[in-house]
């Protein structure tokens, strides 16, 4: 049951309400503040405020400032008047309960408007941000067309030039063919003449060397034929290999390296394969991951399922082994449903990864010994429950929690050697 805080000093102006709260070790992280403009609570457990204002405040300007053991309001109000008291006086439970589903209601039509116009803030930005890129790009799309019509013009002006220069050398080339050709010209008679004789003296007929040349290339060819190689015929080349060795000395051998190289391999080969285990058939694959496994088993846990929580664990402890969080999480399920051998066996297997003992995993040990030591005494093993509390206090001195249990166990145990003797 909470403890009301009633030990509260408030001061006021016309303006303005200024309430002190203490709370010995508060801090922003563990207190809970609701404020609306008829209603004030702060839950900081154990302890718990509870303030049913006089009047209206404009809670959107007030402010809490949290630290120093102590929570201090700055309330303004919505009307410049004097307060007779802090809380409304004669509010029966009815009247309360009215008041704490209307702020309850208030606070979150506030939160929806709140976060239907930082939507619309959004929206309207990313609208902005679209017209932006849009002008951005219709400008440099235009640049790109003007670049690209100017190239355009220069290079069909390039082009008539240089069909207009042509033009002109063509006509001038062609005036002095025809003066050439005019001068050249002979008699048709004197023409043919020359033809004729030209052909009578170039004619020969050599039929033998014609023969000659055909028969030189189909010998050729035969010959090609001759010397092409026959096709390759299929066969299998036998290997062997000699058996690797460690020439060096053993203080200098590389062996139990390749020995935790190989481990490691075949650990990630489990992983590759965790298709062919049942259970890891219908996970996705952002799924089968032991980090998000441990998450899913922190969830089941805090809904005090703690039967699919250990499954949940148990299958990233398949897929990595060698995670201590996963057997102490396992063990408290463990713990949960009373299999208290699991729980001993799971703590133990915890404190054997979590070396060496280093600042990093004190906490994490302290947990195992813990939970070690709470399967031990529900076994009804005291002495070795004591045991392993004595180390989870010489782990963390200062934890009151322990002791406490501590203490308890010890009169347990000197309680029975008095029913003993």
């Not at 008829?38 to 809670?59: C, G, R």
């Not at 008679?189 to 004789?197: A, F």
């Not at 496994?293 to 148990?314: D, M, P, Q, R």
Request: proline content about 4%.
């Amino acid at each position: 049951m909470p403890l009301q805080v009633c030990g509260y000093s408030w001061q006021q102006t016309p303006t303005a309400v200024f309430l002190s709260l203490p709370l010995r070790g508060v801090c922003a992280r563990d207190a809970d503040v609701f404020c609306t403009e008829n209603y004030l609570k702060v839950n900081f457990p154990p302890f718990l405020f509870e303030a049913f204002l006089y009047a209206p405040i404009d809670d959107g300007s007030s402010k809490a400032k949290i630290g120093n053991d102590a929570i201090v309001f700055t309330l303004h109000k919505k009307e410049a008047v004097m307060w007779e008291s802090l809380s409304v006086s004669g509010v029966d439970k009815e009247m309360m309960q009215r008041i704490r589903e209307k702020s309850i209601l208030q606070a979150q039509e506030r939160a929806k408007e709140a976060t239907e116009a930082k939507a619309t803030a959004r929206r309207e930005d990313q609208k902005y941000t679209l017209n932006v890129m849009m002008k951005i790009e219709e400008e440099e799309r235009k640049q790109i067309e003007d670049m690209k019509e100017n190239e355009r013009r220069k290079a069909t002006k390039e082009l008539e030039a240089w069909k207009e220069h042509q033009r002109k050398a063509g006509g001038q080339e062609g005036a002095q063919g025809e003066e050439k050709a005019c001068c050249r010209e002979k008699p048709a008679g004197e023409r043919r003449k020359s033809e004729q004789k030209s052909l009578r003296g170039s004619w020969t007929w050599r039929p033998r060397a014609a023969a000659g040349r055909n028969s030189e290339n189909i010998f050729s060819e035969k010959l090609e034929e001759a010397h092409v190689p026959a096709p390759r015929e299929a066969g299998s080349i036998e290997v062997s290999f000699t058996p690797r060795a460690f020439p060096t000395a053993l203080r200098e051998s590389q062996a139990a390296w390749e020995e935790e190289w190989l481990h490691k391999q075949a650990q990630a080969q489990k992983v590759l394969n965790a298709d062919d285990v049942p259970e890891f058939r219908d996970l996705k694959e952002e799924e089968k991951s032991p980090e998000w496994l441990k998450e899913k088993g922190n969830k089941l846990f805090a809904t005090e399922n703690y039967l699919a929580a250990v499954n949940a664990y148990s299958l990233a402890i398949r897929l990595n082994n060698k995670l201590p969080l996963l057997y102490l999480n396992r063990a408290a399920c463990h713990l949960k449903l009373r299999n208290l051998h699991k729980a001993i066996e799971d703590s133990s297997k915890a404190l054997a990864l979590l070396t060496p003992p280093v600042a990093d995993n004190a906490h994490a040990r302290m947990k195992g010994h813990v939970r070690r030591g709470a399967a031990f005494c529900q076994l009804e093993l005291f002495a070795e429950g004591l045991q392993d509390y004595e180390a989870a206090l010489r782990i963390d001195p200062a934890n009151t929690t322990v002791q406490s249990d501590a203490e308890k166990i010890r009169n347990v145990i000197q309680g029975t050697g008095l029913k003993s003797q």
